[in-house]
């Protein structure tokens, strides 16, 4: 699939702001044999005094830019054509079993960025949780292929949480979220990290986008017009990470555009900084991702 993406934040505020410093992850990644980025453009309004682009340790896309010029709106809008393709899915009966995935996260001496190590432990964002944890293990057993369990959590987040937006904010802790069984996207993502990592077994967070227009026949999927997120778990070391997404209950497709991998939402918050002023602000996203006719 070829997609033409459009990502417009615009941050109104109550009093003029002096001087912001912001970090954006909005260039979606390069991941080979899934995912090519061809063209990327952004455009901030005021226009930056700074600006430089770079990675972060997982490879994400990040821009650094300071705009040191009194401004009622900060407006960042990012164009970008990705080209995308579906990584087959497994048959899950062919995947390591549990205890097998969990001992192999133990003995791996990677620590390059996809590692499983940093999805094994408690990050940031996302603690271990033992109501969560035990919640979990019902779906786990050693025995069980890895993957036949994890399509499962999937499912279970999907069919016993509310997707509900307003139900939380971008700080509501997975525990908090778990005990509501309510939220949205990156709440059903985290909830699902917190339960794998509890039970030893890695899982990272994805941030990335939705196709807007669904194919034909097919329903539309929850998420679309915004950001979205999904959950990646390790499968060991000849299957390596996959993506299921609990929020619409299937596995991360041609459908998922990937924008920035980490450990939770904290690592790939798309803006993230300081400003220098007083007074509060609206914030409004929008998000087009729209097929490229004749693919």
Known sequence: MLYD??????????????????????????????????????DVDPEPAELEQGTDFFGNGLTWLTIDQPHGHLSITTRSRVDVTATPLPDPATTPLVDEVRAAALEETDLGPDAAAHGLFPSRAVPIDNEITDWTATSFRGDRPVLEAALELMHRVHDEFTYEP????????????????????????????????????????????????????????????????????????AFGWIGLDPTNAIPAGDDHIILAVGRDYADVSPVDGVIVSSGDHILAVGVDVVPVQGR
């Open 5 to 42: 993406i459009r990502q417009t934040t615009t941050y109104s505020y109550q009093v003029p702001v002096r001087v912001v410093r912001q970090v954006l992850r909005m260039t979606p990644v390069d991941r080979f044999g899934h995912q090519h980025v061809i063209a990327h453009i952004l």
């Open 166 to 237: 307003g139900a939380t904010i971008v700080t509501t802790s997975p525990h908090e979220a778990f005990a509501a069984k309510a939220g949205v996207c990156q709440d059903f993502a985290q909830v699902m990290i917190a339960g794998l990592r509890g039970l030893g077994l890695p899982a990272r967070y994805v941030s990335g986008y939705l196709r807007t227009i669904p194919p034909e026949g097919q329903p539309r999927l929850e998420g679309a017009d915004a950001t979205h997120a999904w959950a990646e778990v390790w499968c060991g070391p």
